[in-house]
């Protein structure tokens, strides 16, 4: 082909030499790893002022790392489905309030089946109906964002109302408690005496969820939508149907975060995931995603929900004011978006216009 | 997949007598070409001539109001763009055909993603296979690329459309469209386009490439047309005409 004389004509300076495109720079090596490097400082620091102040260790104490563990499952699902959705370019405002609502409902169906059916049969029949209970919510946003073209930010803006009106109405206002053996067991008791069985269902969980976005075609075709939604399209991807089961995954993984919380309180409450959706899209930003959609992972998302767990259960053992946690948080927000930027910038990557 | 040139007087693609008006405005009057395996047909003509028209109207964006088109002597009517690739149609877009965040092969394969089983039961992507699809298919173009795994916002604009081109070549398009494929391309990567046009030609594909670069289309076009005002104001063979006649044969007179 190169004898072509045209190609020489027209084409003189470029040798069929390697483009050179594609290396990672050293900034977005350390963007990409930033989560993990933010929680690998934290625990180093938390060592530290263990060792210095308490003469003991942070990390060498099990207990501490079992209340991080527990004290990050529901923040780690709410943030899973949240990574899906924020991938795609959206956003689920509704997550804490569908927990809400997956918790109660989970509450009343175990104290509703516990005089009809062996404890862990009740259990089962009321951790499904939490988590299909979930699900609605989160098709009803699908639907909006897909196929009736409201902006995510509203769609489930409205949703929020909806299922926290519904979830308090559904608990009368107060909590729903549960006595039920197995229920509590599974919400207290240890696998080898060490590891919280809510742990490890939310870590089943949470692989699985990784399986799912790095390595299937819907969570191919999530990157694809939330970078450049014309070529999906483009290319065969059916969009409306792909946001729909999105939003869907999304709220089933706040009904699972629901149903594990009645587990380890024994009672649902409606406000049980309030305070953690910010959290949950605080974890997926310091895990690395952009808010403008196209980027993500779960494990870094993982992370960054660590990273929350971690600055709130640690700066209650280094024993300062409550108040300190939001603005350690906050700092790291702020601090993790500007290296995104600064990644952004400064990497010879180029930018589309 | 190598050989796509049939005999070389056999018309790939024929458009006879397409209109098309939107509403008052005509804004395509009659206007027929032919496209033969291995042959580049440059578009030219001022703004609003129907360039861009035409093109939209061949590749199933817009239903002619006119005319016919034929692919292999067969008449044919595309409802969408997605039937007109499906029969070997590609239009190469500027802007909207790359999922930035993906990999060359990422891209190339999006929405048709090829499978393999992990462990011996589970389904996971089959990276391997789009890399080396990708890096054969770009080797093919002339491009070399170190790392397939960095996506595609880490290339040039050049490269990108490269890549764009690749996806077409891979999926076996027969025609390819491109509408001002150089326009927002700095020179050297103007260049590596027309190289790749070379090389489409090479393989014996159709290639239709809307330009306003005199340079470009003397470089790699065998025939070019002219419209003006929605009509065809002239036909040459590149090896016969100038520059000078190609301007007269677009502003008129
Ligand atoms: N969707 C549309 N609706 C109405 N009029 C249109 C539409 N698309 C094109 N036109 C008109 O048709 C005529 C031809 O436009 P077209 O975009 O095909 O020109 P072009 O040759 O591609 O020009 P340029 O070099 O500026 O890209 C113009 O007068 C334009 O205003
Ligand atoms: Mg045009």
Redesign the pocket.
């Given at each position: 082909m190169t004898s072509d004389p045209h190609i020489d004509r027209a084409a003189p300076v470029a040798p069929p030499a390697d483009h050179g495109a594609g290396r990672l720079t050293l900034l977005q090596r350390i963007a990409k790893l930033r989560a993990w490097l933010f929680l690998g400082a934290l625990l180093l620091f938390f060592e530290g002022w263990a060792r210095i102040v308490y003469g003991g260790t942070f990390l060498g104490n099990t207990y501490n790392l079992q209340s991080i563990a527990i004290f990050a499952v529901a923040r780690l699902l709410l943030a899973t489905g949240q990574t899906f959705v924020i991938i795609s370019g959206g956003i689920d405002l509704s997550l804490g309030f569908i927990m809400g609502l997956a918790a109660v409902v989970a509450a009343h169906v175990v104290v509703w089946a516990n005089p009809l059916m062996p404890a862990p049969v009740a259990v089962l029949v009321g951790f499904l109906a939490g988590v299909l209970i979930a699900c609605i919510p989160g098709a009803v946003n699908g639907f909006l964002v897909a196929y009736l073209k409201v902006p995510p930010f509203i769609g489930t803006l409205g949703m929020f109302g909806v299922a926290r009106g519904v979830a308090f109405l559904l608990a009368g206002g107060t909590t729903v408690p549960v006595s039920n053996p197995v229920l509590s067991a599974l919400g207290n008791s240890r696998l080898f005496g060490s590891i919280p069985w809510t742990v490890i269902i939310a870590a089943v969980f949470i692989l699985l969820m990784h399986y799912v976005l790095s390595q299937t075609r819907f969570g191919q075709h999530n990157y694809a939508i939330g970078a450049n939604p014309q070529a999906a399209r483009r290319a065969g991807i059916d969009i409306r149907k792909h946001l729909f089961r999105l939003y869907v995954l999304s709220g089933a993984c706040a009904g699972l975060a629901g149903v594990l919380y009645t587990a380890q309180f024994s009672a649902g409450a409606a406000q049980a995931g309030e305070p953690l959706l910010l959290d949950s899209v605080a974890a997926v930003v310091i895990g690395g995603a952009s808010l403008f959609g196209g980027s993500g992972t779960i494990l870094g998302t993982v992370a960054g929900a660590f990273v929350i767990a971690v600055i709130q259960y640690g700066l209650v053992f280094v024993d300062v004011k409550p108040f300190w946690q939001f603005i350690s948080v906050g700092v790291v927000i702020i601090i993790s978006v500007l290296i995104d930027q600064a990644q952004r910038s400064f990497s010879g990557g180029r930018q589309s216009e | 997949m190598n050989d796509l040139s049939g005999t070389p007087t056999a018309p790939l693609l024929e458009i006879r007598h397409l209109s098309k008006s939107f509403g008052a405005v005509q804004a395509l009057k009659e206007v027929s070409m032919t496209i033969r395996a291995g042959e580049v047909v440059a578009l030219a003509g001022d703004n609003g001539a129907g360039?861009?028209t035409l093109i939209k109207a061949v590749s199933g964006v817009y239903a002619p109001s006119g005319g016919e088109i034929l692919l292999d002597g067969q008449p044919v009517r595309f409802a969408s763009p997605q039937e007109a690739r499906d029969r070997g149609i590609e239009t190469i877009y500027q802007d909207l055909a790359l999922a930035d965040n993906l990999t060359i092969g990422g891209n190339i394969f999006l929405g048709r993603e090829p499978m393999r089983k992990a462990l011996g039961f589970l389904p996971v992507l089959d990276r391997r296979r789009m890399a080396e699809a990708a890096r054969e298919t770009m080797a093919r173009l002339d491009f070399h690329v170190s790392r397939m795994d960095a996506p595609v916002s880490n290339f040039s604009g050049g490269q990108r459309q490269a890549v764009a081109i690749g996806r077409a070549v891979y999926w076996n398009a027969r025609v390819l469209i491109m509408?001002?494929p150089t326009a927002a391309l700095g020179v050297p990567e103007q260049r590596k386009v027309i190289a790749l046009i070379h090389q489409l030609k090479a393989q014996g594909r159709g290639v239709i490439f809307?330009s306003h670069n005199l340079q470009d289309i003397f470089a790699v076009a065998d025939r070019i047309i002219v419209l003006r005002r929605g009509v065809e104001a002239g036909e040459r063979r590149i090896s016969e005409t100038s520059h000078e006649e190609v301007v007269r044969l677009m502003v008129g007179g």
């Amino acid at each position: 082909m190169t004898s072509d004389p045209h190609i020489d004509r027209a084409a003189p300076v470029a040798p069929p030499a390697d483009h050179g495109a594609g290396r990672l720079t050293l900034l977005q090596r350390i963007a990409k790893l930033r989560a993990w490097l933010f929680l690998g400082a934290l625990l180093l620091f938390f060592e530290g002022w263990a060792r210095i102040v308490y003469g003991g260790t942070f990390l060498g104490n099990t207990y501490n790392l079992q209340s991080i563990a527990i004290f990050a499952v529901a923040r780690l699902l709410l943030a899973t489905g949240q990574t899906f959705v924020i991938i795609s370019g959206g956003i689920d405002l509704s997550l804490g309030f569908i927990m809400g609502l997956a918790a109660v409902v989970a509450a009343h169906v175990v104290v509703w089946a516990n005089p009809l059916m062996p404890a862990p049969v009740a259990v089962l029949v009321g951790f499904l109906a939490g988590v299909l209970i979930a699900c609605i919510p989160g098709a009803v946003n699908g639907f909006l964002v897909a196929y009736l073209k409201v902006p995510p930010f509203i769609g489930t803006l409205g949703m929020f109302g909806v299922a926290r009106g519904v979830a308090f109405l559904l608990a009368g206002g107060t909590t729903v408690p549960v006595s039920n053996p197995v229920l509590s067991a599974l919400g207290n008791s240890r696998l080898f005496g060490s590891i919280p069985w809510t742990v490890i269902i939310a870590a089943v969980f949470i692989l699985l969820m990784h399986y799912v976005l790095s390595q299937t075609r819907f969570g191919q075709h999530n990157y694809a939508i939330g970078a450049n939604p014309q070529a999906a399209r483009r290319a065969g991807i059916d969009i409306r149907k792909h946001l729909f089961r999105l939003y869907v995954l999304s709220g089933a993984c706040a009904g699972l975060a629901g149903v594990l919380y009645t587990a380890q309180f024994s009672a649902g409450a409606a406000q049980a995931g309030e305070p953690l959706l910010l959290d949950s899209v605080a974890a997926v930003v310091i895990g690395g995603a952009s808010l403008f959609g196209g980027s993500g992972t779960i494990l870094g998302t993982v992370a960054g929900a660590f990273v929350i767990a971690v600055i709130q259960y640690g700066l209650v053992f280094v024993d300062v004011k409550p108040f300190w946690q939001f603005i350690s948080v906050g700092v790291v927000i702020i601090i993790s978006v500007l290296i995104d930027q600064a990644q952004r910038s400064f990497s010879g990557g180029r930018q589309s216009e | 997949m190598n050989d796509l040139s049939g005999t070389p007087t056999a018309p790939l693609l024929e458009i006879r007598h397409l209109s098309k008006s939107f509403g008052a405005v005509q804004a395509l009057k009659e206007v027929s070409m032919t496209i033969r395996a291995g042959e580049v047909v440059a578009l030219a003509g001022d703004n609003g001539a129907g360039k861009t028209t035409l093109i939209k109207a061949v590749s199933g964006v817009y239903a002619p109001s006119g005319g016919e088109i034929l692919l292999d002597g067969q008449p044919v009517r595309f409802a969408s763009p997605q039937e007109a690739r499906d029969r070997g149609i590609e239009t190469i877009y500027q802007d909207l055909a790359l999922a930035d965040n993906l990999t060359i092969g990422g891209n190339i394969f999006l929405g048709r993603e090829p499978m393999r089983k992990a462990l011996g039961f589970l389904p996971v992507l089959d990276r391997r296979r789009m890399a080396e699809a990708a890096r054969e298919t770009m080797a093919r173009l002339d491009f070399h690329v170190s790392r397939m795994d960095a996506p595609v916002s880490n290339f040039s604009g050049g490269q990108r459309q490269a890549v764009a081109i690749g996806r077409a070549v891979y999926w076996n398009a027969r025609v390819l469209i491109m509408d001002e494929p150089t326009a927002a391309l700095g020179v050297p990567e103007q260049r590596k386009v027309i190289a790749l046009i070379h090389q489409l030609k090479a393989q014996g594909r159709g290639v239709i490439f809307i330009s306003h670069n005199l340079q470009d289309i003397f470089a790699v076009a065998d025939r070019i047309i002219v419209l003006r005002r929605g009509v065809e104001a002239g036909e040459r063979r590149i090896s016969e005409t100038s520059h000078e006649e190609v301007v007269r044969l677009m502003v008129g007179g």
